[in-house]
């Protein structure tokens, strides 16, 4: 029995993920595209594609093509690309991370969601239509009206995941159009040497005291696995780079702000193939990869473009192989036989390197102390410098980038820092450029969304901030954002329970007043490794949560015009301490390790639950204890006695006393609710 309407409904509205996105600023009209008007208005940020389609369509009829589909992604399904992969941003101009293109003859559209809306109208020229989708049907639709009967619609294979390509052929079935796969790809054949040169630094290994385990170990883990597994399979294959990144306690830098580099991973009972650009390695890692040879446990280093060659060959014997659908491509999909496949959405790897062990916890625990040290700087900087009015957008998200370097073991920023003052925060996931900045002011609230990278953990936190008098709206949308916080985090609910079933109780105090967010919740996070970390967060196609997941906590509001709040916290899920014991396994809940205090400017205490002030009180009692001797140990006084005040106990009043039932008895019975209507 399917789930309730509303529920089903609630669950299509969390299909977009909290990401971090590229620049994007507030609409006027002189700032996006008017291709209506004549002759049509371009704004400076538009790009001129005239001659970019003419090649392409050039391509297109020298190999017999109608219509091509160009994705956002990489060979790797990666969330974040390099500029060599951007081949949809090189033809239209339009840089957001989300989008598909088709190119007819004499047509050429883009398909993207409402986050990137505004940015397609600043960035793309009247060659090109905006599709505001992101359905396939939708794309298909397009297709079938826009190429006659008897067409061939193309893709390069290996920019498309198993279930994009059967989508799309679902689509166009029986419609008298050919769906054909080229290996050659077009964007690449006119790019040529304009194209970015493939990534050429260092690929090293991660020393001992920042990994949870050997890669010896983590292999014996996953060939347990298979043994293990009923369909005895006899290889595993990796195509998602965090995959073979965290297998091998190897990092890169070959797509910005995530520590990878471009590889695939066969992975069998007795051998295992890593296909890489074996001159990148550094001498450690090759001496690392290279120790148990000969073996089982010895890697051998093949060519990065050898891997679907060397993965047909070895589905010609008796095998069955183990792989996720999720990051695999059609083009290594359909080398091997379906007989021989073993198919998850996730590979074993993905999901062994979601849970993290009891030395990783506690390298992500201590990456977010200093990272909240440096949180805690920019907070007391922004405090003295905003009221003199010498902060703006892009400064402000400088500064943090700079005070996170300066940290111990840091690498770098784990995504291109948001900082939004005013409007720009209604745009959720607006991020500014040096050319287009707003000033930061005590008269708006100013919205800042920044993570680290450092060799022990990734961070992620958002905090929300008004220094002068916010209104009533303004500071009664905060408190019930940091009500959803507060009851998504002292959560306790039952083993084995998706994201998705509990990710409501973020926006109850929302939804009481007729409010909402449009992004998702919450996602995974990982060890010196991408901000993003699939299969973990609060969406659909999530995995159940477990002990040893982080993920982010990240509820929000935007008005539209006027402002933004959202705050986000990663948190580590455990085990919870409960009166009673029932069935095998405990209950879950979870632990915050993001260490700043929420502006105490903004929240309104006569909202609160007295179990939501005591959640409050005991957070700061950890920050504290956490914080502050690391502050006082880089010798860090001023913002130790910032830290201090901000982290007051807040009192009990009579206020918070009146809503205390009513709100215990309503979040039971939201829970009840959900649990049932998803098991029914």
């Known amino acids: 029995m399917h789930p309730p309407q509303w529920i089903a409904a609630w669950v299509l509205l969390l299909q977009g993920c909290a990401m971090h996105l590229l620049p994007q600023a507030a609409s006027t009209k002189t700032d996006i595209r008017d291709c209506s008007a004549d002759p049509p208005y371009l704004p400076p940020t538009a790009i001129n594609t005239t001659a970019r389609l003419a090649a392409l369509r050039g391509t297109m009829r020298a190999h017999s093509v109608h219509?091509?589909?160009?994705?956002?992604?990489?060979?790797?399904?990666?969330?974040?690309?390099?500029?060599?992969?951007?081949?949809?941003?090189?033809?239209?101009?339009?840089?957001?991370?989300?989008?598909?293109?088709?190119?007819?003859?004499?047509?050429?559209?883009?398909?993207?969601?409402?986050?990137?809306?505004?940015?397609?109208?600043?960035?793309?020229?009247?060659?090109?239509?905006?599709?505001?989708?992101?359905?396939?049907?939708?794309?298909?639709?397009?297709?079938?009206?826009?190429?006659?009967?008897?067409?061939?619609?193309?893709?390069?294979?290996?920019?498309?995941?198993?279930?994009?390509?059967?989508?799309?052929?679902?689509?166009?079935?029986?419609?008298?159009?050919?769906?054909?796969?080229?290996?050659?790809?077009?964007?690449?054949?006119?790019?040529?040497?304009?194209?970015?040169?493939?990534?050429?630094?260092?690929?090293?290994?991660?020393?001992?005291?920042?990994?949870?385990?050997?890669?010896?170990?983590?292999?014996?883990?996953?060939?347990?696995?298979?043994?293990?597994?009923?369909?005895?399979?006899?290889?595993?294959?990796?195509?998602?780079?965090?995959?073979?990144?965290?297998?091998?306690?190897?990092?890169?830098?070959?797509?910005?702000?995530?520590?990878?580099?471009?590889?695939?991973?066969?992975?069998?009972?007795?051998?295992?193939?890593?296909?890489?650009?074996?001159?990148?390695?550094?001498?450690?890692?090759?001496?690392?990869?290279?120790?148990?040879?000969?073996?089982?446990?010895?890697?051998?280093?093949?060519?990065?473009?050898?891997?679907?060659?060397?993965?047909?060959?070895?589905?010609?014997?008796?095998?069955?192989?183990?792989?996720?659908?999720?990051?695999?491509?059609?083009?290594?999909?359909?080398?091997?036989?379906?007989?021989?496949?073993?198919?998850?959405?996730?590979?074993?790897?993905?999901?062994?390197?979601?849970?993290?062990?009891?030395?990783?916890?506690?390298?992500?625990?201590?990456?977010?102390?200093?990272?909240?040290?440096?949180?805690?700087?920019?907070?007391?900087?922004?405090?003295?410098?905003?009221?003199?009015?010498?902060?703006?957008?892009?400064?402000?998200?400088?500064?943090?980038?700079?005070?996170?370097?300066?940290?111990?073991?840091?690498?770098?920023?784990?995504?291109?820092?948001?900082?939004?003052?005013?409007?720009?925060?209604?745009?959720?996931?607006?991020?500014?450029?040096n050319g287009s900045s707003r000033k930061l002011s005590v008269d708006e609230m100013y919205l800042s969304d920044t993570g680290g990278q450092y060799l022990d953990g990734t961070t992620d936190i958002t905090r929300t901030m008004h220094w002068g008098v916010p209104t009533p709206l303004q500071k009664e949308a905060y408190t019930r954002v940091l009500m959803g916080n507060i009851d998504l985090s002292r959560l306790i609910f039952p083993p084995n329970t998706a994201g998705r079933v509990v990710e409501s109780f973020a926006r109850r105090a929302l939804w009481n007043v007729g409010l909402n967010y449009g992004h998702g919740t919450g996602h995974g996070i990982g060890n010196f490794l991408s901000v993003h970390e699939w299969p973990v967060g609060f969406q659909s196609n999530n995995v159940p949560l477990t002990a040893g997941m982080f993920t982010s906590i990240e509820p929000g509001y935007y008005r539209d015009g006027e402002f933004g709040v959202r705050i986000e916290d990663v948190a580590l899920v455990v085990e919870a301490q409960t009166k009673h014991q029932t069935g095998e396994k405990p209950f879950l809940t979870f632990e915050v390790v993001s260490l700043v205090p929420y502006d105490r400017n903004l929240i309104d205490l006569s909202l609160l639950s007295p179990e939501q002030i005591r959640y409050l009180n005991a957070y700061y009692e950890t920050i504290r204890a956490r914080v502050g001797p690391e502050l006082q140990r880089q010798r860090l006084e001023e913002e130790y006695r910032w830290l201090q005040r901000n982290t007051e106990p807040f009192p009990l009043g009579s206020a918070a006393t009146a809503t205390a039932t009513l709100g215990t008895l309503a979040l039971a019975s939201l829970l009840s609710g959900l649990l049932n209507g998803l098991q029914a």
């Open 67 to 433: 219509a091509y589909i160009v994705p956002s992604t990489d060979a790797h399904m990666s969330e974040y690309i390099a500029k060599r992969d951007s081949r949809l941003g090189w033809l239209t101009g339009f840089t957001g991370s989300a989008g598909t293109v088709v190119v007819t003859w004499d047509k050429a559209a883009l398909w993207t969601d409402s986050r990137y809306w505004i940015q397609a109208e600043r960035q793309m020229d009247c060659n090109w239509e905006l599709q505001r989708t992101t359905w396939i049907k939708s794309i298909g639709l397009w297709i079938l009206e826009a190429v006659p009967v008897g067409g061939n619609i193309s893709l390069d294979p290996f920019l498309f995941s198993i279930d994009t390509w059967n989508s799309y052929s679902q689509a166009l079935h029986g419609s008298g159009r050919t769906l054909l796969p080229i290996e050659t790809n077009l964007v690449d054949q006119v790019w040529a040497d304009q194209r970015p040169p493939p990534a050429s630094s260092e690929i090293y290994s991660l020393p001992a005291e920042f990994t949870g385990s050997s890669w010896q170990e983590k292999v014996a883990g996953i060939r347990q696995q298979m043994e293990q597994h009923v369909r005895r399979p006899t290889a595993v294959l990796l195509s998602g780079l965090e995959e073979t990144a965290w297998l091998f306690n190897l990092r890169g830098n070959d797509i910005p702000y995530n520590p990878v580099f471009y590889s695939y991973t066969l992975l069998t009972n007795t051998s295992i193939s890593l296909f890489v650009d074996e001159m990148r390695l550094s001498a450690t890692a090759r001496q690392s990869l290279r120790a148990g040879c000969p073996g089982p446990l010895c890697v051998e280093l093949q060519e990065y473009g050898q891997a679907r060659a060397h993965l047909g060959r070895y589905a010609q014997g008796n095998v069955t192989i183990w792989l996720g659908t999720e990051y695999t491509t059609y083009g290594l999909y359909g080398v091997i036989p379906q007989e021989k496949l073993l198919e998850d959405s996730y590979s074993p790897v993905m999901l062994a390197k979601a849970v993290k062990n009891a030395k990783e916890q506690e390298l992500l625990r201590a990456a977010h102390v200093r990272d909240a040290v440096a949180v805690i700087q920019y907070l007391l900087w922004l405090e003295k410098m905003v009221p003199q009015g010498q902060v703006d957008e892009f400064s402000g998200a400088q500064h943090i980038d700079m005070l996170r370097q300066a940290q111990e073991h840091s690498r770098g920023p784990s995504f291109q820092s948001i900082s939004a003052s005013g409007l720009n925060a209604a745009l959720a996931h607006y991020s500014p450029s």
